[in-house]
């Protein structure tokens, strides 16, 4: 009996078997906030349960959730990664095959195929504009599918294309940055990122170097060189340690500088009532481009964040704090400028630099101007959520604006700025007067996710709107008539030339007829986007619909990757050397995701 004591007590003694993580509570606390947000820039519960554990693993632990699973423990990472997927570990493509490469590559060079679609825009004014396509507008009825790549291991696809001395770059939510053959698809290489990559890839060579040099930034605001002809690293740069901080819009190349866009998504972390809210301070920077040695930084925010009280929860409060650069830059070498559109401000005092066009010196960064459009506009996620601990006092309508300015020269001689916001209104002020507002016209309602979301097209005449106004009948749930339309304003003074409305989905499952997704233009023919997954081409004189294609289907694939086309946002389509290129699959608001990238050509030829 003495025996059987002493045993009893020895196994008391030893340290319990470790539980496993309960991974369903960890989502609760760590994760929900944002992933059960509609408008939230996490993705949704039913999105993540298309990616395999490997994605949401490299995420957490690499990747852009890095900073939000701080604190856990391997296995509750591996655990949250297997909760949210629904999947066990090893079901992933194997993203290192070698199916789909070209058989041979040779040297990425500028003048190879020129002009190309090289960055955001053809040109550094961000006008969206190619004035040589390769292809005629009475031959747009005739594009057909010249060659599908499929993504592996993803869900979404929002890598704006780069087309530049006859390769198409692009890249991935999972950190890969592919440089494709533009007119076959094949693979030249394959360039794994720290995080995901959605600015588009800038190709150039800086005086005094004899390769070309591929440009990007990803996810946790690192920006990378790369050879442009092989994929190696040429040199890495983190330009923003603040956590959720990442480069979301593309960078920009002028001679020996690359000027970087930071945004930081600080409005998600604020949905956690502890969270001291907010202390973010976005900013433009600008790099050697053959170093990446920092040459200047010139922040959104001049001041300092303060304390400024606490909330209901205990919680320091912290101020000002917001106003990202969601978009590319736009240069102005003329008058040594260059222009960034601002978002809102994510807590209270909020700044006259939120909601705001800027401009700055390309040699200095110094301000030169600026000219605010929304005042007071205090937002984060925290106000569309059941906890509203974190929302701002008399919050604002989260406005901001998601484009880029386009620097366009009007018949009078003189130059405007139109720059197009999240309220549904597109504004013309005068780069030369100080930021002078010209005139501003209103396309649509406006909203979270509403207005004019990631960018316009301009001519010498017009420039082409595309409208969102997204809206939703449940949560996640999209309503189908609701949203959409293209409208062409004269440059000149604003007034509507055509109005063109979005074509109707009603009875499709996750459809909405709202055209988010940056526009596109070329001689006499507009492109635009929808969330329907619909690539549409209007004529540029009257606004009618000549060429028309639904991309959310299947797709064989040129690397035999199986892909699906779904709804069509952010990135809009490129126009280059006779193709038309756009990336499919979107899910992140209640629509459908996708992992295609397509080529089309006149008769797929």
Known sequence: MKFVIRIAALAALRPLAAQPPDAAALYKSRCAGCHEAAVSHAPPTSLMRRMFPETVLESLEKGSMKPMAAGLSAAERRALALFVSGKEFGLALDVNSKEGFCASSGEAGVAARAPGWNGWSPDSANTRYQPDPGIRAGDVPRLKVKWAFGIPNATIANGAISVAAGRAYFGTSNG????LDAATGCIHYAYRASAGVRSAIVVGQPGGLARQVAYFGDGLAYVYAID?????????KKVETFPSARITGSVKLHGDRLYVPVSIIEEGLAVNPKYECCRSRPSVVALNAHTGELIWRTHTIEQEPKKTGRNRAGAQLWGPSGASIWSSPTLDPEKNALYVATGNNHSNPTTDTSDAVIALRMDTGAILWKRQVTEKDAYNVACVRPDTTNCP????????????????????GRRALLAGQKSGVMTAVDPDE???ILWQTRVGKGGLLGGIQWGSAADSVNVYVPLSDI????????????????????????EKIWVTPAPSCEGRKNCSPAQSAAASAMPGAVFSASVDGHLRAYAAADGKIIWDFDTARDFETVNKVPAKGGSLDAPGPVISDGLVLVPSGYGVWGGLPGNVVIAFSVDGR
């Open 176 to 179: 890969v940055v592919y440089s």
């Open 471 to 494: 809206a939703w009948v449940g949560e996640r749930i999209l309503d189908p008539s609701k949203g959409g339309g293209m409208f062409a304003l004269r440059i000149r003074d604003g």
């Open 434 to 436: 100080r930021g002078k």
């Open 393 to 412: 006092e008399d919050s604002g309508p989260d406005h901001d604006f998601g484009s880029s300015p386009i620097l366009v020269r009007m018949e009078n």
């Open 228 to 236: 442009a002809s092989r994929g190696t690293l040429l040199w890495k």
